[in-house]
């Protein structure tokens, strides 16, 4: 077992996982502290250190809001069983999970950024321990990063400085630990030439963003986004304002530093994280990726659509109750007017589709309602193959039956138990079913992560259920329930409708 190694920094020993033939390394550093004059800067290389760094416990999180323990708040209940977990602006470490024997295996490697709304999260949660899959001989790397403020934040001082880099410090962040990845995997038995990045939630908004920024080519060779593709739909539907201009924001950070009572970017720098942070609590502001024409060249979901991407195999989907959006109208006539400003002249084929005639807002409004991930998935299907693109696209649907008091169904974020196989960990009362679900999904993950294809053999030796990739002719989704099984249906009607208007109005889209 690999127990020792040496990486460009120095000397690291790690510890044997639960499973002995998988070595844990936790806290190793990327980059430099991102303190003092590193504060809103793009991430420094590491130092190096003397003697053996002994990798035995996870660094503290990043600077974030304190998530407080309440039944009442299903994600604290799932999560965050440990609110005083240490914290501090000192972020930079990534963890390793190394089946390897040797440094020569050239194992597939799968670089792992966290969700969170880019506000809050940390690689220490519980869901997130790398071995089962390490267990499927891959070498998992899970990657911290700078959040809220301290990863987003912009300013007219700070473009000043680094035009070259002015924003989008978080994911930064991550590419500047997946770039470690590469220069250094090899010496925990990794193949830098086979890396898959992947997230769930805003963490595969990242991985979204790190596809489609110019300055990754050749960096890894597949993607997993779950949960982090969507398409905004009907106007008034809630939606994190994650991406907006550079103009915008630095005004927005000229407004920060005022309320923090400073006048210029040397000041910001000196004041006290925590200091930093509740001012930016008390804000209610939301800082989120930028459209700097450096990191990020414009809406990363355009981007993708046409094909200004790194050209490497997705798998991506959701789970079934996540993000739907509806129409935010309250009579049916608001409803017959939006869909006319909508849609035009199709706008009576979409009150038809919504049974509109009817008079009854509220089934109209409930047939009007779809997946704002799955939208964004049929798009992007019809792109790849109406551009030529034809990479294969990898669909799934995740409605596993979820037991526990409060009946939560399958909420945003808790397939992550399945894939990484660490339902064990959870309060919840999972039984046989689940184990068999949650172990089939980490085979076709690991094996997306081997091959860009997630076909191959269960554990009980027999093949797992074919899954084909997504095209609009196929339209196979491999559907994760009671068990994992692939269907061919067609969309819904209105999906179908939709989609087809998202191209036929596609011209008139964001400037960004």
């Not at 639960?18 to 430099?32: H, N, Q, V």
């Not at 000041?267 to 990191?295: I, M, P, T």
């Not at 679900?437 to 091959?451: D, E, K, V």
Request: hydrophobic share 40%; with cysteine.
């Amino acid at each position: 077992m690999l127990r020792l190694v040496k990486v460009e920094n120095g000397i690291i020993q790690g510890l044997p996982a639960a499973d002995p033939r998988i070595t844990s390394f936790k806290g190793i550093p990327f980059a430099a502290p991102p303190v003092g004059a590193n504060r809103w800067r793009a991430p420094q290389p590491a130092a190096n250190w003397e003697g053996v760094l002994k990798a035995y416990e996870f660094a503290p999180v990043p600077m974030q809001v304190r998530q407080e323990l309440d039944d009442n708040n299903i994600y604290t209940r799932e999560w965050a069983v440990e609110p005083n977990i240490a914290m501090n602006e000192d972020c930079l470490y990534l963890n390793v999970w190394t089946p390897a024997n040797s440094a020569d295996e050239k194992l597939p490697v799968f670089v792992w950024y966290f969700g969170g709304g880019l506000q809050v999260g940390h690689t220490a949660e519980m869901e997130f321990d790398g071995e089962r899959i390490a267990r499927r001989g891959v070498v998992v790397v899970t990657v911290s990063y700078r959040l809220n403020v301290f990863g987003f934040l912009s300013h007219p001082d700070i473009t000043a400085e680094a035009p070259q880099a002015p924003a989008n410090f978080g994911h930064l962040d991550q590419q500047f630990a997946t770039r470690w990845v590469k220069r250094n995997i090899a010496a925990f038995g990794g193949d830098p030439d086979n890396i898959t990045i992947g997230g769930q939630s805003a963490g595969g908004g990242s991985v979204l963003s790190q596809l489609t920024s110019p300055n990754n080519e050749g960096l890894f060779q597949r993607a997993i986004i779950q949960s982090g593709i969507m398409a905004p739909l009907y106007p008034g539907n809630y939606m994190p304002k994650f991406l907006r201009t550079l103009a915008e924001a630095e005004q927005d950070g000229v407004q920060l530093f005022e309320a923090l009572g400073v006048s210029s970017l040397a000041e910001a720098r000196q004041l006290d994280a925590q200091y930093v942070l509740d001012k930016y609590l008390e804000s209610n502001a939301f800082w989120g990726a930028v459209v700097d024409h450096a990191f990020m060249v414009g809406n990363p979901f355009e981007l993708f659509l046409e094909n200004k991407r790194q050209m490497v195999p997705v798998l991506f989907g959701h789970t079934s109750s996540e993000f739907y959006s509806a129409p935010q109208v309250t009579t049916m006539e608001g409803l017959k007017q939006l869909a006319v400003e909508m849609f035009g002249e199709e706008a009576e084929t979409f009150l038809a589709l919504c049974d509109a005639q009817s008079g009854d807002l509220n089934e109209a409004v409930r047939k009007a309602s779809i997946s704002a991930i799955e939208y964004a998935i049929r798009i992007a299907g019809q792109a790849n193959m109406d551009t030529g693109a034809n990479i294969p696209l990898y669909y799934y649907n995740f409605d596993a039956e979820i037991p526990g008091w409060d009946n939560p169904g399958t909420f945003h974020s808790v397939d992550l138990w399945f894939f990484f196989e660490t339902l064990a960990k959870c309060w919840r009362p999972f039984v046989g079913k689940h184990y068999d679900l949650a172990r089939q999904m980490c085979h076709y993950w690991a094996n997306f992560i081997r091959t860009g294809d997630p076909n191959g053999q269960d554990s009980t030796g027999e093949d797992l259920p074919k899954w084909e990739p997504y095209t609009p002719a196929s339209l196979c989704v491999m559907q994760f329930a009671e068990q994992a099984f692939a269907t061919k249906e067609q969309p819904s009607e209105i999906v179908k409708f939709l989609v087809e208007q998202y191209f036929r109005t596609r011209l008139s889209s964001s400037p960004l």
